[in-house]
Nanobody, 123 residues
Framework: QVELAESGGGFVQAGDSLRVSCTAF????????MGWFRQAPGKEREFVGA????????WLADSVKGRSTIARDNAKNTVYLQLDTLKPEDTAVYYC????????????????WGQGTQVTVST
């Protein structure tokens, strides 16, 4: 059984940095794309970023571009999202995703989802 386990969420202040991690269990994902979505209260789930299997290609949403980094460690079956200069509008549940079959930014493209980790940014 495949499980994506997120960690690293928390309560931070605006301007702080945070790194969320996601480790996959049950099968290796070294040959699959991995990424992140987020969902704020009352809003649609939103694409944050994704990275291909070899780390040769990645894409970050405009909302976080310039202040975030996505990376992966295939030996650890883990993908990371570093968020810097956090803003209150970054407050959301962050979901890890794995194995895309279409456009990265589309929710329906991803086969596996984690349970999410809460990130709360105060003013």
């Amino acid at each position: 059984q495949v499980e994506l386990a997120e960690s690293g969420g928390g309560f931070v202040q605006a301007g702080d940095s945070l790194r969320v991690s996601c480790t996959a269990f049950g099968r290796p994902f070294s040959d699959s794309d991995m990424g992140w979505f987020r969902q704020a209260p009352g809003k649609e789930r939103e694409f944050v970023g994704a990275i291909n299997w070899s780390s040769s290609s990645w894409w970050l949403a405009d909302s976080v571009k310039g202040r975030s980094t996505i990376a992966r460690d295939n030996a650890k079956n883990t993908v990371y999202l570093q968020l810097d200069t956090l803003k209150p509008e970054d407050t959301a549940v962050y979901y890890c995703v794995a194995q895309a079959f279409g456009t990265w930014s589309t929710v329906e493209s991803w086969r596996y989802w984690g349970q999410g980790t809460q990130v709360t940014v105060s003013t």
